[in-house]
């Protein structure tokens, strides 16, 4: 099982910016789909961004579009997410997660159809 492990997150202001990264144990280039989720307390599970494969495709959440930009860097085997015009609504803790096996799901509604998590990085936002 690949181990992630992510990084980044922080306590900021409403308006500012955070880029979480995720470090994989793993070739990022031989994984279907790499993606943050992000769980606040209370609260389910969500996703907020996933790529696919070559860096091209990617899918957002409707709450992060045009704030939140997921990529990666294969020679690096990181992913990130760079969060932008950040919200309080927006404080969680982070998690990256991969799917290994090519043609397997890789949307952001399931989060127990992905087979490897890293632990969390928390982020809060403030006014």
């Known amino acids: 099982q690949v181990q992630l492990v992510e990084s980044g997150g922080g306590s900021v202001q409403a308006g500012g910016s955070l880029r979480l990264s995720c470090a994989a144990s793993?070739?990022?280039?031989?994984?279907?789909?790499m993606g943050w989720f992000r769980q606040a307390p209370g609260k389910e599970r969500e996703g907020v961004a996933i790529i696919y494969s070559g860096g091209v495709d990617t899918s957002y959440a409707d709450s992060v579009k045009g704030r939140f930009t997921i990529s990666q860097d294969n020679g690096k085997n990181t992913l990130y997410l760079q969060m932008n015009s950040l919200k309080l609504e927006d404080t969680a803790m982070y998690y990256c997660?991969?799917?290994?096996?090519?043609?397997?799901?890789?949307?952001?509604?399931?989060?127990?159809?992905?087979?490897?998590w890293g632990q969390g990085t928390q982020v809060t936002v403030s006014s």
């Open positions: 793993e070739y990022t280039y031989s994984k279907y789909c």
């Open positions: 997660t991969t799917q290994r096996i090519w043609g397997s799901y890789c949307g952001l509604n399931y989060p127990n159809r992905y087979d490897s």
